[in-house]
């Protein structure tokens, strides 16, 4: 149990395009998503907090108008990264807070993203 | 934002050694988590620790909770080619509500 999904797993496309990043919990409920980034040898950043049926939480620096969340679902949540430039390139992890079991935190297997 | 501080860095060892890695953080966490993150994949949990003090095995992992809240230690027991990977701590504030905040990682590697 407890499986989140990521779709596409990967993704190139040319500078000046818009990408859309799914995650989806496929065995539980989740009211809170979270989407990280990370860039290559580095740690995890959280980038924003997704609640199912509100706005999202961007954490500082985080431009809200070029990484778009919605979280329409209590099982989905994408992360549309608007007018992606070669700096956006990362591996985009989100993770899913169990409605249930609110301590853990599961995460999807990540979506790299190459913006040429 | 803010990080942990995760040490060591990276490591090389022989298969059958044991490892230790640890992390400190200047503020105090109500929820120390170990991952571990193979290649192209997201983290996966190893250990959760909950309480101050507390020490909790998975397998030939071990770890506890540093009794000032502020520290926390994973030790692998007896290493396999297998334990290659990135192993990250995170801490967490305030309730099971409170975001995570990631080390910067231990690199694990194992020879045969």
């Known amino acids: 149990g407890a499986v989140v999904s990521q779709h596409p797993s990967w993704v190139i496309c040319k500078s000046g395009t818009s990408v859309k990043i799914e995650c989806r919990s496929l065995d539980f409920q989740a009211t809170t998503m979270f989407w990280y980034r990370q860039f290559p040898k580095q740690s995890l950043m959280l980038m924003a907090t997704?609640?199912?049926?509100?706005?999202?939480?961007?954490e500082q620096g985080v431009e809200k108008d070029k990484f778009l969340i919605n979280h329409a679902s209590l099982t989905l949540s994408t992360l549309t990264v608007t007018s992606a430039h070669p700096e956006d390139s990362s591996f985009y992890i989100c993770?899913?807070?169990?409605?249930?079991?609110?301590?853990?935190?599961?995460f999807g297997p990540g979506t790299r993203l190459t913006v040429l | 934002g803010q990080q942990l501080n995760q040490s060591p860095q990276s490591m090389f060892i022989q298969e059958g050694e044991d490892v230790s890695m640890n992390c400190t953080s200047s503020s105090i966490f109500n929820t120390w988590l170990w991952y571990k993150q193979d290649p192209g994949e997201g983290p996966v949990l190893l250990i959760a620790?909950?309480?101050?003090?507390e020490l909790t095995s998975n397998g030939r992992l071990t770890a506890q909770f540093g009794i000032t809240r502020k520290d926390s230690f994973l030790n692998i027991s007896a290493s396999i080619p297998s334990d290659v990977g990135i192993y990250f701590c995170?801490?967490?504030?305030?309730?099971?509500?409170?975001?995570?905040?990631f080390g910067k990682g231990t690199k694990l590697s194992v020879k045969p």
């Open positions: 997704s609640n199912e049926g509100s706005k999202a939480t961007y």
């Open positions: 993770s899913a807070r169990d409605r249930d079991y609110w301590n853990e935190q599961f």
């Open positions: 620790l909950y309480k101050a003090g």
């Open positions: 995170a801490g967490q504030h305030g309730g099971s509500q409170g975001n995570l905040i």
